[in-house]
């Protein structure tokens, strides 16, 4: 019955595992409260002006949207600094890495990325029946060396998310320069920076220069994390208006909806809200490097909103320990860091709550005396 003339790369492929939603572990534990530290949203949700246009907003629901995204265009082209030429669209970047894959990847070309790096630039470029090269991370970095080197004549995409999730480190300013002129100028570099707002990091500079100076350069938005509108799906390119131009017919029409089409922009205007989400994760960031440095387990350091730590345990019991006491996290197992657990950033109150917590079940776990 099924015996149809499937693309050969899909067998054994599985979806992608989003961390398990808070009804599910409430139903399964019992739980009345559960703290979600899974998917690197922002604790504090989104901006107050996005929740009051929601409460008082008559769309009606029966129309198409804008397929252009005209309005949010141009308030993302203003606010970013570019031509309205310049921006593609996605429904979250998940739709921007499958516009890509299927515009540049197809069997005979391959494609370079970090190991661990967003599992979706691998998973899209095997549907495509592309070569995929992964080349380790150094310390939770990317190894810039040994990917410029990976790249031959049939290269195509290159892939780097800066900073990386999982490990959250970004690359310094002059290592990428340094590595954007090794790339042969027909493979396409993508810049993931889907956390570029919680950068604090002295050696980053903005990346949005690279665009002229190397016109294979692509930049990669999203309102998910600090903007805190995951669900309403909205990520964006930032390209040369000739790739963009490329790109956009591979696009599906009407990709972003009318709510998130205007959500989406009343978020990016208020960015006083978003310096003041950046500043408490810095606080909250601390908690967790305070705990690493007390018991001794080694941590990447973090420029995004979530924190990548060794529990010197199975990642898997310290997940499930953690889920059972009403705390939803990643185990590192999932995610190419085996003994890691990679957490959210949450409120003050949610961090202290968890790691308190992580204490114990480590104490269990016999990591702790």
Not at 40 to 52: D, L, M, Q, R
Not at 114 to 131: K, L, M, R, T
Not at 198 to 203: E, K, P
Not at 259 to 286: F, M, P, T
Request: glycine share 6%; proline share 5%.
């Amino acid at each position: 019955m099924f015996e149809m003339k499937w693309k050969q790369q899909l067998d054994g492929m599985q979806a992608y595992k989003p961390g398990k939603p808070i009804e599910e572990v409430q139903r399964e534990f019992g739980l009345q409260e559960v703290v979600k530290l899974a998917s690197n949203e922002n604790p504090f949700g989104c901006s107050p002006k996005v929740t009051a246009y929601l409460h008082n907003s008559a769309v009606n629901h029966a129309l198409y949207p804008d397929g252009y995204a005209q309005n949010l265009r141009t308030t993302v082209a203003n606010h970013v600094g570019v031509k309205e030429t310049q921006l593609l669209f996605g429904n979250g970047s998940d739709d921007i890495i499958a516009i890509l894959t299927r515009a540049l990847l197809y069997p005979g070309v391959n494609t370079v990325m970090a190991d661990p790096s967003f599992s979706q630039y691998a998973h899209n470029a095997e549907i495509e029946g592309a070569e995929v090269r992964k080349i380790s991370c150094i310390d939770g970095a990317h190894d810039l060396d040994a990917m410029a080197a990976a790249i031959d004549e049939n290269t195509s995409i290159v892939w780097v998310c800066s900073p990386n999730n999982p490990t959250g480190v970004v690359i310094a300013d002059t290592d990428l320069r340094a590595f954007l002129a090794k790339v042969p100028s027909d493979v396409l570099v993508v810049l993931d920076e889907a956390y570029i707002e919680y950068v604090t990091h002295s050696g980053h500079k903005e990346t949005l220069p690279l665009i002229n100076e190397y016109p294979n350069v692509l930049l990669m938005r999203t309102f998910s994390k600090a903007y805190g509108l995951a669900s309403f799906r909205v990520g964006y390119a930032i390209g040369q208006p000739e790739v963009i131009a490329k790109l956009d017919p591979v696009r599906a029409p009407f990709n972003n909806t009318i709510l998130s089409q205007a959500v989406a922009a009343i978020a990016i205007s208020d960015q006083d809200y978003i310096k003041n989400c950046c500043k408490a994760n810095e606080i909250g960031k601390k908690q967790y490097v305070d705990f690493c440095e007390k018991h001794n387990l080694k941590y990447y350091p973090s420029d995004t909103n979530f924190i990548l730590f060794d529990t010197k345990a199975n990642s898997d019991v310290v997940f499930q320990e953690l889920m059972k006491r009403g705390f939803i996290i990643r185990s590192g197992n999932a995610l190419g860091a085996p003994g890691f657990i990679r957490v959210t950033i949450g409120t003050e109150a949610q961090n202290a709550a968890l790691l308190q917590h992580l204490e114990a079940v480590l104490k269990e776990q016999g990591v702790f005396a």
